[in-house]
Nanobody, 123 residues
Framework: QVQLVETGGELVQAGGSLRLSCAASGRTYAMGWFRQAPGKDREFVAVISLNGGSTYYSDSVKGRFTISRDNAKNTLYLQMNSLKPEDTATYYC???????????????????WGQGTQVTVSS
């Protein structure tokens, strides 16, 4: 069982930047970020392949957010720039325990989840 721990969430003004981190206790394959705003379903944000060579983003964050990973540190990152109030949510990292060439955007494809970190963007 791999444990995932997210950090980096905080209150930031609109237009600002934040970097989220997700530390994994063991080896993982594809990893992703999801978010859940109050009263809404959890939604896909970004995903990255094992070697970092492939990424995919939701339309709502494309061009503003960048997903990356450091496999030597077993850590996933999400650099968030030009933040908007609608980015306010709890952000979760997720990891797949099985290798696949497909990058999934659906929650059910991921085996491990973190506890979430809160990002609040004030207007």
């Amino acid at each position: 069982q791999v444990q995932l721990v997210e950090t980096g969430g905080e209150l930031v003004q609109a237009g600002g930047s934040l970097r989220l981190s997700c530390a994994a206790s063991g080896r993982t394959y594809a990893m992703g970020w999801f978010r859940q705003a109050p009263g809404k379903d959890r939604e896909f944000v970004a995903v990255i392949s094992l070697n970092g060579g492939s990424t995919y983003y939701s339309d709502s964050v494309k061009g503003r957010f960048t997903i990356s990973r450091d496999n030597a540190k077993n850590t996933l990152y999400l650099q968030m720039n030009s933040l908007k109030p609608e980015d306010t949510a709890t952000y979760y990292c997720a990891a797949d325990r099985v290798y696949s060439t497909t990058l999934y955007i659906r929650e059910g494809a991921y085996d491990y989840w973190g506890q979430g970190t809160q990002v609040t963007v004030s207007s």
